[in-house]
């Protein structure tokens, strides 16, 4: 479903450019979840950015369904169904859920945008208890709701997210993770980007390690589980 082949990009241009990520390649398969794992700087979000199109790639190719899109805008790029959740969740504080929910389905899927909302709805009841609050007055476990039910209303193909247990409390942590194991046995291909290693593998089917800005381990989510330098790493096992 997505291909990344020999991808390059930083920041700045020429001579000035700053190299984050250096020669990466991995692949999702429809269907699934793959684990992007790595510590905080390990290029992740740069990485993802790119793909999505929000920071545009030095060199590489990037492949959506077979089609071509490294230099695509992001608008596009959602267009296609490939849809991202963005670490720190980024809802619009002062607007409504049901406004923030609304703005998730402008690009894509605009048509069925009622019916969509009544799907978020039964995907997280609670904001549907919040629907005309203000999100900036909603929880970090209820704005990370909104996040992924913002991005729903799109009908993504292909949903990224990331960092989503990034700042909240353990046991909405749990219910998160539920959540993404829930989307994905609907149907839904899932590339999860965490440094929550230990509750990414126990979902996911495939995972890659960044380090540096490059790809260093990939394998099965099982095989890299069990592996003593991922365990000590990103496990807290020895």
């Given at each position: 479903?997505?291909?990344?082949?020999?991808?390059?990009?930083?920041?700045?241009?020429?001579?000035a450019?700053?190299?984050v990520l250096?020669?990466?390649s991995?692949?999702v398969?429809?269907g699934g979840?793959?684990?992007?794992?790595g510590?905080?700087?390990?290029g992740?979000?740069t990485?993802i950015n790119?793909?999505?199109?929000?920071l545009r790639s030095?060199?590489?190719?990037?492949?959506?369904?077979g089609?071509?899109?490294?230099?695509?805008?992001?608008?596009?790029?959602?267009?296609?169904g490939?849809?991202?959740?963005?670490?720190g969740?980024?809802?619009?504080?002062n607007?409504?859920?049901r406004?923030?929910l609304?703005?998730?389905?402008?690009?894509r899927?605009?048509a069925?945008?009622?019916?969509?909302i009544?799907g978020?709805?039964?995907v997280f009841?609670?904001?549907?208890e919040?629907?005309?609050?203000?999100?900036?007055t909603?929880?970090?476990g209820?704005?990370?709701?909104?996040?992924?039910?913002?991005?729903l209303?799109?009908?993504p193909r292909l949903l990224?997210l990331?960092e989503p247990s990034?700042?909240?409390?353990p046991?909405?942590?749990?219910e998160?993770?539920?959540?993404?194991g829930?989307l994905n046995?609907?149907?839904l291909?899932i590339?999860l980007v965490?440094?929550?290693a230990?509750?990414s593998?126990?979902?996911?089917?495939?995972?890659y390690?960044?380090?540096?800005?490059?790809i260093t381990?990939?394998g099965?989510?099982?095989?890299?589980?069990?592996?003593?330098?991922v365990?000590?790493?990103?496990?807290?096992?020895?």
């Amino acid at each position: 479903m997505l291909r990344v082949d020999n991808l390059w990009a930083g920041y700045g241009s020429g001579a000035a450019m700053v190299t984050v990520l250096r020669d990466v390649s991995f692949a999702v398969e429809a269907g699934g979840i793959v684990a992007l794992l790595g510590s905080n700087g390990a290029g992740k979000s740069t990485l993802i950015n790119a793909v999505t199109g929000v920071l545009r790639s030095a060199s590489g190719s990037i492949r959506f369904e077979g089609i071509e899109i490294s230099g695509a805008p992001s608008h596009r790029i959602v267009a296609s169904g490939l849809v991202q959740v963005p670490e720190g969740r980024r809802v619009f504080p002062n607007l409504s859920v049901r406004e923030n929910l609304l703005l998730g389905g402008y690009r894509r899927a605009r048509a069925r945008r009622a019916q969509n909302i009544e799907g978020v709805m039964d995907v997280f009841p609670r904001l549907g208890e919040r629907f005309a609050q203000k999100a900036g007055t909603l929880s970090g476990g209820e704005q990370q709701m909104l996040a992924i039910g913002r991005a729903l209303m799109s009908e993504p193909r292909l949903l990224i997210l990331d960092e989503p247990s990034l700042g909240l409390a353990p046991i909405v942590v749990e219910e998160m993770f539920a959540l993404i194991g829930q989307l994905n046995r609907e149907g839904l291909s899932i590339l999860l980007v965490e440094q929550n290693a230990v509750q990414s593998l126990e979902i996911a089917q495939r995972a890659y390690v960044l380090e540096q800005g490059a790809i260093t381990l990939s394998g099965t989510a099982l095989e890299l589980a069990s592996r003593d330098d991922v365990r000590r790493a990103y496990l807290g096992l020895v």
